[in-house]
């Protein structure tokens, strides 16, 4: 299928591009030939692509040292997203709530969000500067995981789903949280905080059906 035609279907395919750092001027190229002309193999690519369309992939994608690397960069862009891209822009919209209804709810959700948040950028550190360096270390030597300190099964014993707070958040602006107007910047605020709770649920998904399983492959090698 053309990238066009697949992008109407599901905009949210927007992101992934972005996270594989792929221009949004795809013209008529098909899949096949995008993923020719990025060196992207095309079933990783098409292994991702389905998870934004809601299925998960029935085998590993990966192929190569060059497909973890790809993995690894697309995750660490999105990290790139979460803290430059969403986190600026919801706290944006809760301060400019703030600012016109004074609720002492609005001063909470905007302290929940903060520590909750705070939460994510551990996680995401913890990612970038231990997890993702063992997985490039395994493809690149093959670590002996008897002598190694650290595993897949401790990456997936330490993961954790960083998505389900937001569900809290949303639960309280559409439950709870009194406001009276405002509706287009609360409307921008509920539909910034879909859009990171989905990709956040993508990522944890990359992590868990594709990453760690491979790591649990490459440690009995």
Do not use: W
């Not at 301060?95 to 948040?117: R, S």
């Not at 954790?160 to 409307?187: A, H, P």
């Not at 956040?200 to 868990?208: R, T």
């Amino acid at each position: 299928m053309k990238l066009f035609d697949l992008i109407e279907e599901n905009p949210l395919l927007l992101l992934m591009m972005q996270h594989f750092d792929i221009d949004f001027r795809v013209g008529d190229l098909t899949m096949s030939q995008l993923c020719k002309e990025k060196s992207i193999n095309e079933k990783l690519f098409t292994s991702i692509a389905n998870l934004y369309n809601g299925f998960k992939p029935k085998e590993n994608p990966i192929d190569s040292v060059d497909d973890v690397k790809q993995i690894v960069r697309f995750l660490k862009n999105s990290h790139d997203y979460y803290r430059n891209d969403k986190y600026p822009q919801i706290s944006t919209y809760i301060k400019q709530l703030q600012e016109n209804h004074p609720e002492k709810e609005l001063k909470l959700l905007e302290k929940f969000f903060n520590e909750y948040f705070a939460e994510v950028i551990d996680h995401l550190y913890y990612e970038d500067t231990v997890a993702f360096p063992y997985f490039i270390e395994l493809i690149s030597h093959k670590p002996n995981n008897k002598n190694n300190l650290y595993s897949a099964k401790e990456y997936s014993e330490h993961h954790t789903d960083i998505e389900l707070k937001i569900k809290d958040i949303k639960n309280l602006l559409l439950k709870y949280v009194i406001i009276n107007d405002d509706l287009n910047l609360r409307r921008k605020l509920l539909f910034s905080l879909f859009e990171l709770e989905y990709d956040l649920y993508i990522h944890s998904l990359i992590e868990e059906t594709i990453l760690i399983p491979f790591g649990y492959n490459m440690e009995r090698v």
